[in-house]
């Protein structure tokens, strides 16, 4: 009967051991949509003046773009900053959905590094992360 009990008590344990491990996960880890949290941008040049705009990716789905043009003379000039929200999945697939006229756009989105290639709506951005 002991003999019996230690055998049980061991099978016990081990399955308790095997279902513990396997349950155990490391959920810090960051996922492949995370790298899209953030601040981005954009510097475009024409005739000595900057064009920037900024987006920002906040990880409740929510952003903001703004928009600014630095003149060679040192006058800037920016536009409102547009709200929206986005979804963004793996595959690159990006929603943006923009307060200002209610518009939805899908489009794609492709993260190397702290490069960011945005399209959606028939314009392109090549963003920088900078924060």
């Not at 003149?71 to 200002?100: H, Q, R």
């Amino acid at each position: 009967m002991k003999k019996y009990f230690y055998n049980w008590l061991t099978v016990m344990m081990i399955a308790t051991l095997c279902a513990g491990f396997t349950s155990c996960d490391d959920d810090d880890e960051p996922t492949s949509t995370s790298k899209i949290y953030g601040t981005w941008e954009e510097r475009y040049s024409t005739d000595g003046d900057v064009e920037v705009t900024t987006f920002e990716f906040k990880k409740n789905g929510t952003g903001l773009r703004t928009y600014r043009v630095e003149t060679s003379s040192g006058i800037g000039i920016t536009a409102d900053p547009v709200n929206f929200t986005y979804t963004y999945t793996e595959d690159g697939t990006i929603s943006l959905k923009f307060e200002n006229d209610g518009t939805l756009y899908t489009g794609t989105c492709s993260i190397t590094g702290s490069s960011m290639i945005l399209r959606y709506g028939g314009t392109y951005y090549a963003l920088v992360k900078i924060k």
